[in-house]
């Protein structure tokens, strides 16, 4: 089997976790988180980065940071892991689900301007949904496939309605705007380590920005609110931190973050190549405005009625491809959900995209097998 995205660990991750164990630092305190902050902060252009227990707490721990409060709605895109409606949900939050825009998969922000505008007001410098006369706190968009919306317009919208800006980059690591990097796009981004992630710790996140201010309030959220160097706590707090274990692995990914990315956007290029004359079906976008860091890559089919038949056939031909996300709105928690009025480009979307196989140790021979399987199965579907 071809993997769908399996981790490259073909650097120095066995001899730094070797260094953890002979050293005996193996727990959440060690150079190598200390290493792993270090080089996020200078990879992403952040001022400093905090490495956490999963993108999941790193979502957590800069909501509440942020000032979102219980009751809040936080404006979110449906068509993401859900995850980033589960962080809100964390914070006693409600996400109010929005549509994306075709070109990038990400929130449409026309729509959620526009829908702001419709159904919002602003209180002494709070902005009110006002059919439920719930504060509105946070626009948080998420960086499809590593394709961001324009961050540009995202800020000026919080900017109008003073919403805190929240970017949900687990899958962006290594993405730019407009040549400006990860952690100059919003007020605090969250990246994931996850296995299936451009870079891996095993498990795990990270918080990056600029503000080192909020960056040290994420610091002691997520280290249980600790008042070094006695047993006192401020407040309460979460034991969302990563081990040195986990960060040996994500210190020796990092070094080759460069490498994997170029890596990810050469595959994405293959499959563009090989699929775009192909009838029945599109490639993924890349939005003219950002440098993808083509995190996932695949096809979309023109009919959904194909899509599992199709899935099933490359699986069966030894392809790991898969089908992608399923809207939140569709989503059993999420069903009753605040929503735009249309989520139109989400739902005729969703059950129409493969992903396939992408892992940064794809072999160029592999890839042009699963091209060519995959247009056999296309061929012999439907
Ligand atoms: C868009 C998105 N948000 C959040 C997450 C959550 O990250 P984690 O699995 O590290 O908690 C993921 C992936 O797993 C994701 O793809």
Redesign the pocket.
Known sequence: MIPLAVPNLTGNERKYLNECIDTTFVSSVGEFVNRLEADATSLTGATSAVATS????A?HASLITLGVRPGDYVIVPSF??I??AN?VCHAGAIPWLFDIDPTSWCIDLDQVELELEENCHMLNGVTFHRASGRRVSALMP?Y?LGNMPNMDAARRICDTWNLSLLA?A??AIGATFRGRRLAELADLS?I???G??TITAG???LVIGTNDKLLAEVRHLTTTARVWPDYDFDRVGYNYRLTNLQAAVAVAQLERLDEFVVRKRAIRVAYDNAFQEVEGLTTFPVPEWCESSCWFSGIVLDDANETQPVVEALNARGVGAKSFWKPVHLQAPYIANERSSSLAVSEGLWDRVITLPCSTGITDKEIEEVIATTKDVLMNVG
């Open positions: 999963a993108g999941t707490t979502l993401t892991f995850a980033s962080a998420v499809t949900d687990a899958c969250a994931s380590l996850n299936n992630k498990g795990g996140g």
